[in-house]
């Protein structure tokens, strides 16, 4: 037990447990070992004072953060040019700085603990809730490798539609603090870790499906397969062009998506005649296509976006249907203030792109309204939740351009479909991901991949995809308020405990 660890043994023994929490992401088989290892760090910290906790929670954010993002250390000195101490110390200073969300929870938890197994779970479950709360939203927010996703593949993801990610994260967590609690006797050990076993069992009790399809589309997904550090170079652009365009004007069905930057030119880069043999097949004929691309000029500013081209968009301004991207990647997308000298060190075309709409019209293809988001958008559930404010015009597909060429042939590619497919069963909606690199695959409204394209290879991938109507209680709740009623769930319950913790101190005074 890592409480019982003396020194700083234990925190090196939580920082082990983190790097391992960091498995269950790529390999979703082994969502019971992200329960395991989150009741030793329950046991952990129901054993030792605040400051302790306050110490092993960030031990093991930092061990879980820094072994599940590590490949941002090749965005920064491969392709950055940043030395590799500096990049390795980047990496580190991240992590460490958003584990200091869980070291406050963990502390706040061994402070406000009472002794009783199902009040100390639930307060574990409200503690990790808002501390991934906090990584999620605080300063733009860094979801990535949120704890529900380990579960994609386990029972607790029939959860997803009534309480998302995060949910489902606080479950797990619950479970496990369950599984850890202390306990005078060995049946009610046995008692405590029934119940917990019990909840995870009986998870899939609560699938539902609030969806109901509507047709069907033809569809064909374009994988570039562009190394990064030839993207943006001009000896290695017409010939990337070229082949896009032979892949887009070649590709069959209704509906052709090609990724985040397949075409890393503003139009007027490419010339009037470049963008009308680029986009001819599809704008008066009875196909459409997503494609990525930067759009703007230098007097209104640039963004990161997919035009949408198709008879019916002829009419709309540029003659295509625009999607700009919302949430921007800091570093990447925008520079957070005070940060500029560290992006100068780098040899990266990063810079300030303006923001699209937070809850962006979708793109029609055929009755069905197909909704693009960008990269790193898909990690945001609730905003995505926001285009089903209005259930007449909420999407029936999703659509995710990407480009993780930045982080190699790494874990990367893999949790990004993961998250994905989490987004699939929050809010019952298919997910075409058309990728740079990968990964390229089609994923129905029950997070099955249907099909999908080897990584780092460049071809097409073409599939039937399902469209879908009805909101999800996630996406109904979502939609309107957010993460504010999982945020109020977690703060009421640890309000409760301090309550609880204030009238025990009391007694003992008053005693």
């Known amino acids: 037990m890592i409480a019982r660890i003396p020194g700083w043994a234990a925190a090196l023994a939580a920082l082990a447990s983190g790097a391992l929490f960091s498995l269950p992401f790529v390999h979703t088989a082994g969502w019971w070992a992200s329960i395991a290892l989150l009741v030793l760090l329950a046991s952990a910290v129901q054993r030792v004072p605040p400051r302790r906790a306050a110490l092993l929670g960030w031990a093991f954010g930092t061990g ?7 490949w941002l250390y090749i965005s920064m000195h491969v392709y950055g040019g940043l030395p590799a101490p500096m990049a390795v110390a980047a990496v580190l200073a991240l992590s460490g700085g958003l584990s200091l969300y869980l070291a406050l929870a963990m502390a706040v938890f061994a402070g406000l603990r009472s002794g009783r197994p199902l009040a100390d779970a639930a307060l574990f479950a409200a503690c990790w809730l808002l501390a991934e709360l906090a990584r999620g939203v605080l300063f733009t927010g860094f979801p990535w490798i949120a704890a529900g996703y380990a579960q994609i593949d386990g029972p607790l993801a029939a959860l997803a539609p009534w309480i998302g990610v995060y ?38 009790l609560a699938q539902r499906e609030f969806s109901r399809p ?13 190394a990064q550090d030839e993207k943006f ?13 032979q ?32 986009v001819a097949p599809f704008a008066g004929g009875d196909r459409a296509a997503l494609i990525g691309l930067p759009l703007g000029s230098f007097e209104e500013g640039y963004t990161n976006s997919v035009a949408g081209i198709s008879a019916g968009a002829a009419g709309l301004p540029g003659g295509f249907y625009r999607y700009d991207k919302h949430h921007l990647v800091p570093f990447g997308e925008f520079i957070p203030a005070g940060f500029r000298w560290f ?26 309204r197909v909704a693009p988001n960008i990269c790193y958008e898909d990690l945001f559930g609730e905003e995505l939740a926001r285009r089903f404010t209005d259930p007449a015009a909420a999407p029936s597909i999703f659509a995710n351009v990407s480009n993780i060429g930045w982080f190699g042939d790494t874990i990367a590619v893999a949790q ?7 987004r699939t069963l929050e809010l019952q909606r298919p997910m075409l991901r058309a990728t740079n690199t990968g990964a390229t695959a089609f994923i129905d409204h029950r997070a ?28 109904a709740w979502a939609s309107r308020f957010g993460l504010w009623p999982l945020l109020a769930a977690g703060g009421a319950v640890v309000a409760a405990a301090a309550f609880g913790a204030r009238r025990r101190a009391g007694t003992r005074t008053a005693s």
């Open 64 to 70: 879980w953060l820094a072994a599940g993002t590590w």
């Open 167 to 204: 949910g489902i994260g606080a479950v797990a967590a619950g479970a496990a603090a369950l599984l850890a609690a202390p306990a005078r006797t060995p049946i009610a050990r046995a008692g405590w870790s029934a119940l917990a076993v019990a909840v995870v069992a009986a998870a899939p």
């Open 214 to 226: 509507t047709q069907r589309l033809a569809v064909t997904l374009v994988q570039t397969n562009v």
């Open 233 to 245: 170079a001009v000896e290695h652009l017409p010939e990337a062009l070229a082949w896009l365009g």
């Open 247 to 278: 892949a887009l004007h070649a590709a069959g069905g209704d509906l052709v998506i090609a990724p985040e930057t397949a075409v890393p030119l503003l139009p007027s880069q490419l010339g009037e005649e470049g963008w009308r043999a680029l």
């Open 343 to 368: 992006v100068a060190m780098m040899n990266i075309p990063l810079g300030d792109f303006n923001r699209g709409p937070l809850a962006a019209p979708s793109f029609e293809v055929r009755g069905e």
């Open 416 to 422: 990004h479909l993961h998250i994905s497919r989490m």
């Open 448 to 475: 099955r991949v249907l099909a999908e394209l080897p990584p780092f290879t460049r071809g097409v991938l073409a599939h039937e995809v399902e469209g879908r109507q009805g909101l999800t209680p996630f996406a």
